[in-house]
Nanobody, 128 residues
Framework: QVHVVESGGGLAQPGGSLRLSCAAS????????IGWFRQAPGKEREGVSC????????DYADSVKGRFTISRDNAKNTVYLHMNKLKPEDTAVYYC?????????????????????WGEGTQVTVSS
């Protein structure tokens, strides 16, 4: 059973930065993809970014490109979401999700239906 836990949420000012962490455990597959998603009040959950554990390929939503960076530490089975130049519209509950993948080279996309194991979420609030 794959288990993921998010941490690192909190309050940031516009233009500020936060780093979210996603610790994953329980993988049987050698390779996996980790995705970040977010849900703002009154809105549907949307994909933010994802990364593959094998070749490190990444993908980002247009709304965060150039501001957010996803990275991984395979030794710790942990993925980070570095969020810079934060905007009030980044305010949301951020979720981490994981899915085993069969190949070292895997072009992950942050598509909600592709991911099978979800964390409880961590709140990010951007406000002055």
């Amino acid at each position: 059973q794959v288990h993921v836990v998010e941490s690192g949420g909190g309050l940031a000012q516009p233009g500020g930065s936060l780093r979210l962490s996603c610790a994953a455990s329980g993988f049987i597959s050698n390779y996996y993809a980790i995705g970040w998603f977010r849900q703002a009040p009154g809105k549907e959950r949307e994909g933010v970014s994802c990364i593959s554990s094998g070749d490190g390929s990444t993908d980002y939503a247009d709304s965060v490109k150039g501001r957010f960076t996803i990275s991984r530490d395979n030794a710790k089975n942990t993925v980070y979401l570095h969020m810079n130049k934060l905007k009030p519209e980044d305010t949301a509950v951020y979720y981490c999700a994981a899915v085993p993948v069969p190949l070292l080279q895997w072009a992950c996309k942050p598509i909600e239906s592709d991911f099978s194991s979800w964390g409880e979420g961590t709140q990010v609030t951007v406000s002055s």
